[in-house]
Nanobody, 119 residues
Framework: QVQLVESGGGSVQAGGSLRLSCAAS????????MGWYRQVPGRQRELVAS???????NYADSVKGRFTNSRDNTKKMVSLQMDSLKIEDTAVYYC?????????????WGQGTQVTVSS
């Protein structure tokens, strides 16, 4: 089992910045990808950014150039730096971790943290 604990988030005006962090604990062997999803009420959860153990990154088109996802493999942490925030970035952000353990792919989620961007 893996536990994910998120920190950061909160409220900010449009154009501002926030930083989210997520720490993994428990059985952290075999981590493949760590990343962030977000969800607004009535809509599906969508990928924001992900990063593999090797450092390959993937971003949603809507956040490219504004968000930076980084990973500390030693500390089993991932951080999302969000700059030039827009009102449409308002959502609950979830940390996500994919693990391959004993031939089984497992998927873990954090508890979610609210990000609110106002005008």
């Amino acid at each position: 089992q893996v536990q994910l604990v998120e920190s950061g988030g909160g409220s900010v005006q449009a154009g501002g910045s926030l930083r989210l962090s997520c720490a993994a604990s428990g059985n952290t062997f075999g981590i493949i990808v760590m990343g962030w999803y977000r969800q607004v009420p009535g809509r599906q959860r969508e990928l924001v950014a992900s990063i593999t153990t090797g450092g390959s990154t993937n971003y949603a088109d809507s956040v490219k150039g504004r968000f930076t996802n980084s990973r500390d493999n030693t500390k089993k942490m991932v951080s999302l730096q969000m700059d030039s925030l827009k009102i449409e970035d308002t959502a609950v952000y979830y940390c996500n971790l994919d693990q391959l353990w004993l031939g089984t792919k497992c998927d873990y989620w954090g508890q979610g943290t609210q990000v609110t961007v106002s005008s």
